[in-house]
């Protein structure tokens, strides 16, 4: 499986679900204080770029997708650096 692979099949899914289920995947795999520091970043970076309205708000969304892929893509990818 590709990186591109697991990008569009969590896209599928994560579009699909119920905002119970997207706080329940949240809660599973990112740390409390990492959602914090998003909220805190993007709020201070939108603030800088002077990035407004309904793009400011998404931001923290968009790193929270951004690192659940990678926690994804750490899963499910196989390590290069190991060799078999």
């Not at 949240?26 to 793009?55: C, H, Q, S, V, W």
């Not at 708000?57 to 650096?81: C, F, H, Q, T, W």
């Amino acid at each position: 499986m590709t990186f591109e692979e697991i990008a569009s099949d969590f896209i599928e899914i994560f579009d699909d679900l119920e905002v119970e289920q997207i706080n329940e995947v949240l809660r599973k795999n990112i740390p409390y204080e990492r959602l914090e520091f998003f909220n805190e970043y993007t709020n201070t970076f939108g603030e800088e770029a002077d990035i407004g309205g309904a793009a400011r708000k998404r931001l923290a969304n968009l790193m929270l997708i951004g690192y659940l892929l990678r926690v994804l893509e750490d899963r499910l990818l196989p390590d290069p650096s190991i060799k078999e």
